[in-house]
């Protein structure tokens, strides 16, 4: 056919398109990529367009506890709120926690992993009891803790961003417009660090197993007998080959730590009030589901979707880049 | 597939075949009272909590000189006081205690325990919250104040081991009353000296095992932010009048939680209903919902040391931005605006001071220094439960609105969130005030300097003055007259920003007998019972 593919059969199909191949063939993973390109395209494009959705934390008293409408798609909550546009601001902090939050966690446990598996002996062992102690530790408790003398910090995070933005000059209402804005994820930095500080863990090992297996392989003795750097050989040949199973397990961290996060910001620590979260439009959404159910049922769907999807997607990629599965 | 649906059956099964009775009908059957109580207890020692969740238990645990009645807040009932009596103008009062009153391990109340407990209330160093409840006493406040260190010259004393003998320094015709709030009941001496020293804060004497009450029930069981456990005391004077075998309190702080529960059949009544749900209890079971007159306001407590908020044009602002007829008609519905602090209560009536006028809290809020809230501090907002929220947010919405000011908004359990307000380690805080008792100083006296109560570092010489004064007054009108004033000073300086008056909603099992509406809510625990 075209040229390209004329290469692409001369190079051999690498291990990559192989994967890409095997997932595009496996239909619950298609659809879950579909599921999350939808959700993720309109809680991040949406919002942005300028009068298309209404302001989330606008309230109308009068036309509190409506059910869904054209006017309100997904009904209004207690306080008169849209919830159509809570729950696309929402998702936006819900998508930015568990990707945010997810990266720094895995992107430290690799680094932990790798150097403790490739390096053994004496470092390994130090760095894996760093690790025990740090499973001992309260998880919830220590994130607190750790989030709550991070905060302090985000006041001035805020400010300068804000500034940043609207320029320091700038009157009053625009600094408040660009702050509505800048505020939630700001103060959510705290969050992202204390959570992804202590939830590495889980990746590290699975990691260190990994290099450990590879680095006795005999590709990677032949890259050292040709005098590669220790640096080299880490992250160019052990790490690209163990990236199935960090993947897999990534996928399946997001949402974990999305609900996790619904747990801090109900205890004060990350997402503010009036600002919202899909966790918070859940807890908020249960408490009233007798006499309201849509303010449960439009959130909940949307978290739902993005959790289902997500471990679909975690299963077939792990089903895609399993190395021993056949070639076809 | 077929794994599927067994995964979906079984559960279901089992929910089926577990129909058995609810704990509600099993509690008929026991004669136990199950009840919602909102929030785990600071403490079970009564000289050293100021809550409401706190004064349910002390209700069931001790008893103070008078009792309460189940059916009228005026009528007074013989307590650990079988009769009193005082001089003619009202200064002097004399109780007679109950010949077979015990504690709960069996030792006699005696009128010196009342002394001890006075006095260890009102010990400079125990630093009681409440300990104001007492200065009626000739020279209480002296002693608390440490300007005098002789308890003697305190008007207590104990004439014999069954006559107390009190000396107010004023008139208290309402002294019966007062003596039916918790921080007028007796500590049981014997034991609280075995845990420690008179002045020692928070010792074991009130933990599970050591503490011993003179009420109708005795603690049994405190498993933390679970279930505190009380059953009959056999050493109570009038245990043959015990309606309940015992009484279960459940510290559950959401509200919509504690509605669900009361709905499964899980409790006799709930310590409040939210008022968002009001309208489908309504409708669907509208026989347990209860909606009552409360002598209650909420408002927004201000620490008047921080920057900003020290300034009265500022506080001022807040309050006129505050819609209170909207936050009433559509958030906290069946609760009145509040028109000043403290709510119609039998011949007294404030001013009815308190408007919206975002117009005029703009100009105070620039002349204060802030135009269209540029440059105002961030300041957060503390709240103690879920329910709170809704209006928190209606609070902040309004202050953005109308003054440009960004408020946050911090949940916090409720003995933190106490703590942080007793030692002004708070911006602002979304708070509630019951009264004490029938009489408007219930809500004024707490304003003072060094109150327990005040918790926003605001106090003024005249204010205080003209309290005093009032207090001098033998003429009721007269009285009533100087407390208003008194009360114009509060509305002009604001401190606080009252938000509503309360009503009581409450779902209560209709099998529960001897619970009547009560203004101050202080159902007396000995006369409810259960109709299977």
Not at chain 1, 27 to 53: K, M
Not at chain 1, 173 to 180: G, K, S, Y
């Amino acid at each position: 056919m075209s040229q390209t593919s004329t290469i692409s059969v001369e190079k051999g199909a690498s291990l990559w398109a192989d994967a890409a191949h095997r997932l595009r063939r496996n239909h619950a993973a298609t659809a879950a990529v579909f599921v999350l390109a939808i959700i993720f395209l309109s809680c991040l494009v949406l919002p942005s367009i300028d009068g298309l959705i209404q302001d989330p934390n606008a309230q109308a008293l009068p036309k509190k506890n409506q059910s869904p409408s054209g006017e309100h798609w997904f009904g209004t909550d207690h306080l008169g709120r849209d919830i159509f546009s809570r729950v696309l601001y929402g998702g936006r902090i819900s998508i930015a926690v568990g990707l945010i939050t997810t990266f720094v966690s895995v992107t430290i446990g690799i680094c932990w992993g790798a150097i403790a598996g490739y390096l053994r002996g004496f470092v390994d062992d130090l760095m894996m009891r760093i690790v025990d102690i740090l499973y001992a530790m309260p998880f919830l408790i220590v994130v607190i803790l750790l989030g709550k003398s991070i905060e302090p910090m985000t006041t001035d995070l805020t400010n300068n961003t804000v500034d940043l933005f609207a320029g320091a000059d700038s009157s009053v209402a625009e600094q408040n417009a660009t702050r509505t804005w800048v505020e939630p994820i700001t103060t959510l930095v705290p969050l992202f660090i204390a959570i992804g500080a202590l939830s590495w863990l889980t990746v590290s090992r699975i990691v260190r197993s990994q290099v450990q297996n590879i680095a006795r392989q005999d590709f990677i003795e032949a890259a050292r007998s040709l005098g590669l750097s220790h640096f080299t050989i880490l992250f160019k040949h052990i790490l690209p080959n163990s990236l199935g199973p960090i993947i897999v397990y990534t996928t399946l961290t997001i949402p974990g730590i999305m609900l996790f996060e619904a747990t801090l910001s109900f205890l004060g620590l990350g997402v503010r009030p009036p600002n919202s979260s899909w966790g918070i439009l859940i807890e908020e959404g249960a408490n009233r589901m007798t006499a309201n159910p849509w303010l449960l049922f439009f959130p909940s769907l949307f978290f739902a979707a993005t959790l289902f999807a997500l471990n679909f997607l975690g299963d077939g990629l792990r089903d895609a880049l399993d190395p021993k599965s056949s070639k076809d | 597939m077929r794994r599927l649906l067994l995964c979906l059956t079984l559960p279901l099964s089992i929910l089926t075949s577990c129909q058995k009775e609810t704990e509600v009908a099993r509690a008929n059957r026991e004669g136990i009272f199950l009840m919602g109580n909102s929030a785990e207890p600071k403490s079970l020692d009564h000289q050293m909590v100021t809550g409401v969740p706190e004064s349910k238990l002390v209700g069931a645990l001790f008893e103070g000189l008078v009792g309460d009645d189940a059916v009228g807040d005026d009528v007074m009932q013989p307590g650990a006081a079988a009769s009193w009596s005082s001089n003619e103008d009202l200064t002097e009062w004399t109780f007679k205690l109950q010949p077979e009153g015990r504690w709960s391990d069996g030792e006699p109340v005696t009128a010196n325990d009342f002394v001890f407990s006075y006095r260890r209330m009102l010990t400079p160093d125990l630093a009681a919250p409440y300990a104001e409840m007492l200065y009626f006493i000739e020279n209480a406040e002296e002693f608390n104040k440490e300007q005098i260190t002789d308890f003697s010259k305190v008007g207590v004393k104990a004439l014999d081991d069954l006559t107390l003998f009190i000396k107010l320094k004023e008139p208290v015709p309402f002294l019966p009353s007062l003596t039916r709030h918790y921080t007028w009941f007796p500590v049981p001496k014997h034991v609280v000296l075995q845990h420690g020293d008179i002045a020692d804060r928070f010792t074991d004497w009130s933990e599970l095992g050591h503490i011993v009450g003179n009420g109708p029930f005795k603690l049994i069981k405190w498993r933390f932010h679970d279930v505190i456990e009380v059953d009959q005391n056999p050493y109570y004077w009038d245990a043959a009048n015990v309606g309940l075998n015992g009484i279960r309190f459940f510290p559950i702080e959401n509200p919509y939680t504690e509605a669900r529960a009361f709905l499964a059949g899980q409790l006799h009544t709930t310590y409040t209903l939210p008022t968002d749900l009001i309208r489908t209890v309504k409708e669907d079971y509208p026989e347990y919902l209860r909606q009552e007159p409360y002598v209650g306001t909420t408002f927004v407590r201000l620490n008047t040391t921080r920057p900003a908020l020290d300034d009265a044009r500022v506080r001022q602002a807040l309050s006129l931005a505050i819609n209170r007829p909207l936050l009433c008609e559509f958030i906290m519905e069946g609760y009145a605006p509040a028109k000043s602090l403290t709510p119609k209560m039998g011949s007294y009536e404030p001013n009815p001071v308190l408007e919206f006028n975002p117009e005029k809290a703009r100009k105070l809020l620039a002349e204060a220094g802030y135009p269209e809230g540029a440059g105002f501090p961030r300041y957060s907002m503390l709240i103690s439960r879920p329910s709170a929220r809704a209006s928190a947010e209606a609070l902040q919405a309004m202050w953005k609105e109308h003054l440009g000011i960004l408020v946050d908004i911090q949940n916090k359990d409720w003995g933190s969130y106490i703590s942080a307000q007793q030692s002004l380690d708070f911006d602002m805080a979304s708070a509630g005030w019951i009264g004490d008792y029938l009489d408007p100083t219930t809500f004024l006296n707490m304003w003072t300097e060094g109150n327990g109560n005040n918790n926003t570092g605001w106090h003024d010489a005249e204010f205080e003055r003209i309290l005093d004064e009032a207090a001098q007054k033998a003429e009721p009108q007269d009285r009533l007259d100087m407390l208003k004033q008194a009360e114009d000073i509060l509305m002009k300086e604001q401190p606080l920003l009252p938000v509503s008056w309360y009503s009581r909603n409450y779902l209560l099992q209709p099998n529960v007998k001897g619970w009547h509406p009560l203004l101050l809510d202080n159902h007396p625990w000995k006369a409810l019972s259960l109709e299977p």
